[in-house]
T-cell receptor, first 113, second 114 residues
Framework: DAGITQSPRHKVTETGTPVTLRCHQT?????MYWYRQDPGHGLRLIHY???????DKGEVSDGYSVSRSKTEDFLLTLESATSSQTSVYFC????????????FGPGTRLLVL | QQQVKQSPQSLIVQKGGISIINCAYE??????FPWYQQFPGKGPALLIA?????SEKKEGRFTISFNKSAKQFSLHIMDSQPGDSATYFC?????????????FGKGTLLTVNP
């Protein structure tokens, strides 16, 4: 599992509330990613980070923000959760000198009512 | 714009048969092509990967075939087993780019019947 943990693993929340998901890695890898997985859409990149305080948007970043204040933690925040953000969220890291080999965490299942 | 197209969306194979999943890409700058396997309730896991300097890579029962001129690559699972039942994703990466990200296909749900 490349030392990746995600918390919480399951969450139920209400529309309009803020939600923060945490990804933690134990091996100080530089690149970290947040994806969402939905039926029929596969894996879609939300945001990624290439270092502490260095982040950039993916293809579905609207309504999400991220922060990375230290190497091991990458936080994903839904500023005001909507039902369309009900999904399974995966964190991933890249290992090695490049960033092409990604390893995924166990996922967080989020339900927005 | 979907840059990696994966087919079929779902596939049912009998035990012992060959499972074949195909992907096509558009960006000729892609130079790394991994396949991921995902079981229900788990995160995707890297299965096998290929670079375009070879046309085929084999690891056990899993083989990637790569056709650079056609911009296509495929995953072959020989002697498919019920334990291979999972969702498979192809992906592509441009190591010369600056965005550090994989482009994924939409996935194929493989069911291997006993």
């Amino acid at each position: 599992d490349a030392g990746i943990t995600q918390s919480p693993r399951h969450k139920v929340t209400e529309t309009g509330t803020p939600v923060t998901l945490r990804c933690h890695q134990t091996e100080n890898h530089r690149y970290m990613y947040w994806y969402r997985q939905d039926p029929g859409h596969g894996l879609r990149l939300i945001h990624y980070s290439y270092g502490v305080k260095d982040t950039d948007k993916g293809e579905v970043s609207d309504g999400y923000s991220v922060s990375r204040s230290k190497t091991e933690d990458f936080l994903l925040t839904l500023e005001s959760a909507t039902s369309s953000q009900t999904s399974v969220y995966f964190c991933a890291i890249s290992v090695g000198t490049g960033s092409e080999t990604q390893y995924f965490g166990p996922g967080t299942r989020l339900l927005v009512l | 714009q979907q840059q990696v197209k994966q087919s079929p969306q779902s596939l049912i194979v009998q035990k012992g048969g060959i499972s074949i999943i195909n992907c096509a890409y558009e960006n000729t700058a892609f130079d790394y092509f991994p396949w991921y396997q995902q079981f229900p309730g788990k995160g995707p896991a890297l299965l096998i990967a290929i670079r375009p300097d070879v046309s085929e890579k084999k690891e056990g029962r899993f083989t990637i075939s790569f056709n650079k001129s056609a911009k296509q690559f495929s995953l072959h699972i020989m002697d498919s087993q019920p334990g291979d039942s999972a969702t498979y994703f192809c992906a592509a990466y441009n190591s010369g780019g600056s965005n550090y990200k994989l482009t994924f296909g939409k996935g194929t749900l493989l069911t291997v019947n006993p």
